[in-house]
Each structure stands twice: as C-alpha cells, then as structure tokens.
C-alpha cells in the first residue's frame, strides 16, 4: 500500500512506477491506498494555505497532508488505468482503497465541513455534527461512484477502508456511534450503512471488479469494538464482499498502530483476524501486520489462519521479496527494520515515501529493476574508507556494477554507529540491515580489511594510496558525538563538561566506562538516543534522568508511530523526565538545573555520577582533505557528509555514489 504520490492529487507515474516493481518482484495483488470519494477536509486540498491553518499545530495527523487521490474526481480514471497497465505488464492485479473521511482526518476550518454519523464526536481539535439521511444517501451514492471510477480505469477491485476512524469505521463503532436511529445502537443498525455501500458499489461496478474491506478489530476505546464485535459484523458481510482484512488503530488517536515500529511483534494483527476468519465461510480473510519472513507467511496459508497475507514495509524494504522467497534465497531479501523513518515518516510530512533501507522508492523510474545497476566498461579500483552503512552499501552497488572494491575499517566489526543503533532495547533488528549488506558484499566478493585504521598523516595517505593504488577514495567514516553539550538551543556549551563525568551516547554502551548509578541525560535531538539510551541504563540499575528544554522527549518519534510503544518501556523503567529544562552547570556531583523559559528558577540536583549528552554529532571528515588533489575521484559520504544523519541518508548516499562512479 502507498499514499499518491502526486501533488495534484492523483496516480502518478511515481506510483505506477512504484506498484510496476511489486508486480515485477512478484506480488500477486498490488493495492493503493487512500482514494477519497468525497473532496474530503484539506487533505485532498491542493491548497497550499490549507496547510497553515493553526488548528494543525500539534496534530500530527492535521500536519500530515497525505497527498490522498481524488477518488471522487473523473480524471482519476487516467491514472487508474496507467496504475493497472503498469501493474498487469507484470501479471499482478490491483485494487485501489476507497474511503469516505471519518472525523478524525485532518480539517483546516476549525468547525468540520463534514458531518458525521454521530453527534457529537468531539476529535481533535473540532466538534463534528451528526449526517442527516440525505446525506448519508449522498456518501453512499459516493462510494458507488469512486468504485465505477476505478473499474474504468481497469483496475482490479477495490478495498472499502473501514478501519483507522474512516466514515465506515464510525458507523461501524461501538464508541463513536451514538445515533438513536436505524443507523446506531446494534450492530445490525451500525452495520447498515457499509452494507448499503457494498450493494451500491456492486451496483455501479456491475459486479465486474472484487470488492474487499479493511475492518478495524479492536478500537482500543472503552466500550468500542473487540476482536469478537468485529466478528459479528464479518459474519453479517460474510460472502458479500469478496475479501476482508483487520487491522486497528482509529487516526489520530490510535495512529501508532496503523503501522507499528519495531517493537511490536509480527502478526500482531492475528488475536484480531482469527476470530473474524472463523466467521467466514465465503468471504476470503487476508492477514496484514508485519509479516516479513516469508515463511512466517506461508505457514498461516498453509494451516488456514489465511488465505492471503498483505505485506506493506516488508515489500517497500524489498520488492522482489516475493521471487527470492520462490527461489529459496531468503539471505538476499532487504530486511525492513522497523525505523518508520523514510516510508510513514515521510508521508506524514507530505512527502513521497521512500525507505531508510531501500532508497531505490520512488525513484524506481530511475533506479529500477527496469534499470538495474549499470555495468560499468572500464572497471575501476575503488578504496572505501570506513566500513558503517554507507561504505558498506557503496561498496556492495559499486561491486555490483564490475568495480573493484576495497574497504579499509579500524575496528574489528563492520556496521559502525548502527550497531550501537541495534543495542538500544527493542530496536535489535536494526542489525538486520548490516547483515544484509554483508552478506551481499561477500557474494560480490568485496574485501574489508578490519582493524586499519587510516589518518590524516601524509606518510599514511601516501602509504594507503601506494598499497591499494585506488581510482577512487570514498571517505565513509561516520561521526563523532558532541561532548560539550553544545546545541541550538542556546547555541552554548554547559559549563563543566570538560569533566571526567561526562560522557555522550557512545560512551554508554562502552562497558570499561564507569556511569555510576546516578546518571542524567540532556538530550537535544528529541529522538532515539535518550529515551533509548534511558531505558538501557534504566535496565541496568541506574536513576536516570532525561532533561530537555523541548516540551517532551521524543518528539520526532511521535511522528514515526513510537510513543504508544516506546513510552511505556521508558516510564516502567522509571526513567525521570525534566522537559522544559536545561543544564547550567556539571559540578563534581551535584549538577545545576534551571527551567529553559523561567532562568530564574534553579534546581540542585544531588549525588549525580554523571552526565550523557546527546547534543549532535560532527562529520568526520578530515580524511577529505588529506586525500584532496591525490587521487583521481574523491567522495564524502553518509554521516562523514552530514553529522548526525541517519542510516537513510547514508544508506541513500551509498546508493547514489555506487550508481554513479
Ligand atoms: C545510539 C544511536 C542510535 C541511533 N539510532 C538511529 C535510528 O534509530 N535510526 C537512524 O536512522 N539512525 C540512527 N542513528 C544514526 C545512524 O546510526 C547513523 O546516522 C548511521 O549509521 C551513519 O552511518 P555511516 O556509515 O555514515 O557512519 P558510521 O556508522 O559512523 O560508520 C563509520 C565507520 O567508519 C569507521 N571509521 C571511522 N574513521 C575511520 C578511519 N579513520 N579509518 C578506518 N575506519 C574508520 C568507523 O569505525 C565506522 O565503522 C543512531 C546513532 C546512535 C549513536
Ligand atoms: C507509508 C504507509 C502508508 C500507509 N497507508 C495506509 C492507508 O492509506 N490505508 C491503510 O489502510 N493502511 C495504510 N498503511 C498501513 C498498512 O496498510 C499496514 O496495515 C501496516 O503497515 C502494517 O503492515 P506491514 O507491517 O506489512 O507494514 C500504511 C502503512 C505505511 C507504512
Ligand atoms: S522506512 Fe523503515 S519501516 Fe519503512 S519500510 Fe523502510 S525499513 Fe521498513
């Protein structure tokens, strides 16, 4: 699944593009998502201004923009149609997901444009009033047209999204559905509406194109729907639509479990499909919810807990995962590692999708499987220096395309700060990505030569270039952390830091360092790193204290779907949060805190064994200069370029500069 691409709201050729790979990597069913059948809130607005509105702040969701496809207007039907010739050329079928706006997506005007199945939904941040029969008629009618588009445009069928707090979602719920008539209160009258959608849409597709729903299995509110609820309406749906998926998480609310990070176990959807799959007898139940092994996958159609399994990240990670399943080389399928950095991360801010492991999405016009890497004529002998994700995949592109390459790393392992990155708890299978290129590059029988480390001496550079006599120097050699509690937020450094009990983020997984048991962390970044560091110390014994001068920590990860599973890790490791807080000053052992908007007010905190910063990185870069004006090709790559990037754009980096040597 993949929001639209295009700015003007409907399928581009990016995406076409897009879903062409699935189909070529051998998916059998190909689905778009988000196609609105009705000018829904700002988000099928190509108005620019739309997006200011200050009823956005602080609304993740509001801020989102998704770019969703005008399902409703006739010109979708040229895109469709470019969307299933693309998809066909490969012998894939596609459906595009149909929805009416709940009350939760996104709304610019303060008081809705739309009215609701219920009164009064009071959402973020507005009041909704209840839709009167001629307008539920008018929906309805809307569907039935959205799905006549997408037939004209040749696609395969259609999905009525009636899960994440979409129109069919509120009719459906027992929390938010409150009307006193025939379409509230049972579930037979919450039901009535999708079923006049469904009847409707068979109507205007003529019973051409199949027709799945997406249900939510459980609102996580009280007195919403369980998995057992969601069983019942199945059961009424049962052989009227031709396939049914769950999944949950009402937006904006729930939106950390529409698309989960890697803390969540795969299949997490299951305890909700298996009750719904024993109500069907005609109707086809697909599974969806992180399903990345593909043997996982088999063994649920094999023992009947599904008929099919959807695959979202795992196959924006890897398209051709399904034909490497078929061929048995499990090891070459690009592990999607959970981030939600590039694919959700990006959509959320109204960007194409792309992905932190994968950065061939959306440019597969360009860097395609129709495209693939091309082999070079006159191959060169290229020397990487630094062997973390961004020399790593440099070296595995640039091999794959006939160079010869060689990568020089100082210390015994490979993987750089990804590593650390993976000792984070509950953030391990970020590794998988490491591994992954590693055991690519043996296939492309790369060399690193571990343990050497190269300076910026000009008999050592001269040593490396006579030894390795290299076309090419790429310089891949990461970053350091800031040490001096430097930031942007007072663009200063905390007096005291020059102190033995002060330390950074790579410094706390370094076992020969003693922390103490009292530790705090000022945290600028408001990502991974103190929370995660937080709870790693938490683990291990110590009172942990996590200040900031932002409003909270974490904050970028609120909108990568975390805080509903990274918080409660942080607060049952008791870890202390200080937001709105900065240092003043690192003494001996006592350490002098003030409020970032108040200086004034002062607090001494006592018997603290240290400090960790995470402050920024700087790019490790001296090696470009020293290797400047000596050898034929020079290049600067990943968080050398960029201090305190992340795995995306040096894996993205990498990617590049392999295709283009
Ligand atoms: C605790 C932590 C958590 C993080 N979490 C995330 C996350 O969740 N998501 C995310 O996207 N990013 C995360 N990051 C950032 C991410 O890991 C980095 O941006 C990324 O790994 C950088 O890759 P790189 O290859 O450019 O550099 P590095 O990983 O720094 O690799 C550089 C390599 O060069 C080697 N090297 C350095 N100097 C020399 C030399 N002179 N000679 C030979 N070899 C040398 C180093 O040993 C290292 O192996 C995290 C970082 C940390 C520290
Ligand atoms: C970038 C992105 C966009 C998504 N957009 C939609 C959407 O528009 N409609 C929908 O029903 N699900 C959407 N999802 C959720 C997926 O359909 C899927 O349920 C979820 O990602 C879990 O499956 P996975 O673990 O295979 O990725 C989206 C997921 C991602 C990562
Ligand atoms: S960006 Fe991260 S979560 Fe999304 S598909 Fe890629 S690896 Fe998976």
Redesign the pocket.
């Known amino acids: 699944m993949f929001a639209s691409d295009d700015r003007n709201n409907l399928p581009g050729e990016t995406l076409a593009y897009y879903c062409a790979e699935r189909a070529r990597g051998g998916a059998a069913l190909v689905e778009v998502s988000l196609a609105m059948v009705t000018p829904g809130g700002g988000n099928t607005s190509t108005d620019v201004d739309s997006q200011f509105d200050p009823l956005c702040v602080g609304h993740p969701m509001a801020l989102s923009g998704r770019w969703p496809i005008r399902g409703f207007d006739p010109k979708v039907v040229e895109g469709y149609s470019r969307l299933a010739k693309a998809v066909h050329a490969h012998g894939g079928k596609c459906f595009v997901e149909i929805q009416s706006v709940g009350t939760n997506q996104a709304n610019f005007s303060g008081v809705s444009k739309f009215p609701w199945p219920t009164h009064p939904i009071h959402t973020l941040p507005f009041t909704s009033r209840e839709l009167d029969k001629s307008e539920i008629e008018q929906e309805i009618e809307a569907y039935g047209v959205a799905a006549k588009f997408a037939k004209e445009g040749g696609l395969d069928g259609i999905d009525l999204h009636g899960s994440h707090g979409t129109l069919i979602c509120e009719f459906l719920s027992g929390a938010m559905n409150k009307r006193k008539d025939e379409y509230g209160g049972s579930i037979e009258n919450r039901a009535r509406f999708v079923e006049q959608v469904i009847k409707r849409v068979r109507e205007f597709t003529k019973n051409e194109i199949a027709v799945a729903m997406r249900l939510d299995g459980d609102e996580r509110f009280v007195g919403g729907n369980t998995p057992e609820v969601a069983a019942e309406i199945a059961k009424r749906l049962d052989g009227s639509i031709d396939m049914v998926t769950v999944d949950q998480g009402i937006s904006p609310q729930q939106e950390d479990w529409q698309a989960t990070p890697m803390y969540v176990e795969s299949g997490y959807n299951l305890r909700l499909s298996s009750p719904v799959k024993s109500a069907l007898t005609k109707t086809k139940m697909g599974v969806v919810g992180k399903y990345l092994d593909p043997v996982y996958a088999e063994s649920l159609l094999s023992s009947g807990l599904a008929d099919m399994v959807a695959m979202t990240r795992a196959l924006i990670a890897d398209p051709e995962l399904p034909n490497k399943a078929m061929d048995g080389r499990l090891e070459d399928i690009r592990p999607c590692?959970g981030?939600l950095?590039d694919c959700w991360g990006r959509m959320i801010r109204g960007l194409p999708i792309s992905c932190?492991v994968n950065p061939v999405v959306s440019r597969e016009k360009d860097w395609g499987m129709s495209v693939d890497y091309k082999p070079v004529e006159k191959p060169k002998k290229i020397l990487v220096?630094?062997?973390?994700?961004?020399?790593?995949?440099l070296a595995r592109v640039a091999s794959s395309r006939g160079h010869r390459v060689v990568v020089?790393?100082?210390?015994k392992?490979?993987?750089?700060?990804?590593?650390?990155?993976?000792?984070?708890p509950g953030?391990e299978n970020?590794r998988a990505i490491v591994n992954w290129l590693l055991v690519q590059i043996k296939k492309l029988h790369v060399e690193v030569k571990y343990g050497?480390?190269?300076?910026?001496e000009e008999d050592v550079v001269s040593y490396v270039l006579q030894e390795e006599k290299p076309d090419v120097v790429v310089i891949?050699?990461?970053?350091?952390?800031i040490r001096t509690g430097f930031q942007p937020y007072t663009f200063n450094e905390v007096s005291g830091w020059n102190q033995k009990n002060v330390f950074t983020?790579?410094d706390?997984?370094d076992s020969s360092l003693d922390l103490g048991k009292k530790v705090i962390i000022g945290d600028t970044l408001s990502?991974?790193?103190a929370p995660?560091?937080a709870e790693y110390l938490a683990k291990k014994g110590k009172e942990v204290h996590i200040v900031t001068p932002l409003d909270n920590i974490g904050l970028e990860l609120n909108l990568l779907n975390h805080w509903d599973h990274l918080l409660p890790r942080v607060f049952a490791a008791d870890v202390q949060i200080h937001p709105f807080t900065w240092i003043k000053n690192i003494g001996d052992r006592a350490v002098t805190l003030y409020n970032f908007y108040y200086h004034e007010k002062e607090t001494l905190m006592e018997d603290v064994d240290s400090v960790i910063f995470?402050t920024g990185?700087l790019q490790?870069d001296?090696?470009y200069s020293a290797f400047k004006g000596k050898v034929p090709e020079l290049y600067l790559?990943?968080?050398?370029?960029i201090g305190?990037?992340?795995?995306?754009?040096?894996?993205y980096?990498?990617q590049k500069i392999g295709r283009e040597i």
């Open positions: 590692i981030v950095q932190t220096i630094g062997a973390g994700v961004a020399g790593l995949e020089y790393e100082k210390s392992e490979p993987g750089g700060q990804a590593l650390l990155a993976a000792r984070l953030r970020i050497l480390e190269v300076t910026s891949a050699t990461g970053s350091y952390p983020d790579f706390a997984f990502f991974i790193e995660g560091i995470t990185k490790n001296s090696l790559i990943g968080d050398a370029k305190g990037a992340r795995i995306g754009n040096a894996i980096d990498g």
